[in-house]
């Protein structure tokens, strides 16, 4: 495994934290008043895109996964991929992390571009610090560590946490429920506040791109939408671009401003999200509606018609 920054945001589980249950921490720092206008932002550089072309991933030298994958995210916009399981998706977020390496994965053609920079086969720490953070699937927590250690460290990779501080309070002023749990063992949360807690952690490192791999897997409908709301709060407020892997394609379309289809290592289908979700096949196949508008059964569809393939 790559360095420092690869356990900060994709630790694996710790030890059972029910000995460090009920002891008295300190106080968390006070609050300031004023809503986000009365937040300290570090103004961004000049936002990137990114711009992956191409690219072919094989794990172990032998096993070819993605087959040629091209797509954008333009500065500042929501960008969704969808696609069944083991299409492809959590890889082709890792080889734009950097998080492959650690998994013996190596993208072998192609070329991801971040702003003017290459960023395919660099290690995860370096394209953390260049402002593209990913939220892997799982939750990984430090589950001993309270909700603000949490957080804490997430703030350890920019300017050597120097704002952390500042950054607590943007993180908590986006997700008041943290606030209230600051104390509390990670270990304890829910599926919903844990969700919570990882993309704060994310945001503690100022993210230009922020990638989030099945943000709403498991969470109830209600919880799916008041973080998705809280996603596109925060990049309206802070301009920061998003790439969110989903299989809730419902709850995705709603969010993205684009979307792009991923089947058996390459992109099938893309258009903006309010086009996509108005595609018969997508309403066929990932919204379960037929054309009459009443729901279908995934077994009634027969053919999954493809109607463009994108070859880079
Ligand atoms: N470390 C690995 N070594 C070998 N093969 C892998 C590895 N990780 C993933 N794969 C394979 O690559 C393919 C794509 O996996 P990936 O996890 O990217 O799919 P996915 O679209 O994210 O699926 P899901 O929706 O189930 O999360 C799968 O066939 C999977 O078995
Ligand atoms: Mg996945």
Redesign the pocket.
Known sequence: MAGGTDMIFNPTPGPSPTNRRGESRAEPPSIPMGGPRGLKMTAPSAPHSLVVSNIEVI??SV?L?LRGISLEVAPGSIVSLL??????????L?AISGLLRS???EVTRGQIVWGDQRLDNEPAEEVVRRGVVQVI?GRLLFRHLTVEENLRIGGMVYQGGRHIREDLQRVYHYFPQLRALARRVSGYLSGGEGQMLVIGRALMAHPQLLML??PSLGLAPMLVHEIFAIIREINRQEGMSVLL?E?NARAALELADYAYV?ED?RIVLDGPAEQMRENEDIKEFYLGLNQAGGRKNYRDVKHYRRRKRWLG
Request: aromatic share 4%; hydrophobic share 25%.
């Open positions: 794990y172990n096993i996964v696609g069944p399981n083991g299409a492809g998706k959590s890889t082709t890792k998994e013996l994965g699937e791999d099945e892997v299989q991923m290592g």
